[in-house]
């Protein structure tokens, strides 16, 4: 008899054993599952920001060209502008010399 009891104590004892490392494995399981799941949201949140920062440069980079542009026209026009007035005074000054003579 009391071979028996060791031999049962022995038997539950194993069962709760492979109980036990059963559940362990099923969390562990979960668990990889679940950290599989965060990488990939984190995966597409860097894409989804890689996304917005390529786009963010782009137009940085279009705004920039269109105040260049405009820029270089206020330039030109600056440039004519001093050409035409240095035009009229050179005439003035040249008819100024003409009617001293």
Do not use: H, R
Not at 18 to 31: F, G, I, L, R, V
Not at 38 to 50: F, G, P, Q, S, V
Not at 82 to 89: G, P, S, Y
Request: hydrophobic share 45%.
């Amino acid at each position: 008899m009391k071979k028996l009891f060791i031999a049962f104590m022995a038997l539950s004892l194993s069962v709760s054993v492979m109980t036990s490392c059963k559940e362990a494995a099923d969390k562990a399981k979960e668990a990889t599952e679940e950290a599989g799941d965060a990488m990939d949201e984190a995966a597409k949140n860097l894409d989804e920001a890689a996304n917005d920062a390529m786009d963010a440069v782009k137009d940085a980079g279009e705004n920039m060209k269109e105040a260049g542009e405009q820029a270089l026209d206020s330039i030109k026009k600056a440039g004519e502008d001093a050409m035409e007035e240095m035009e009229k005074t050179a005439k003035d000054a040249a008819k100024k010399a003409i009617d001293s003579l």
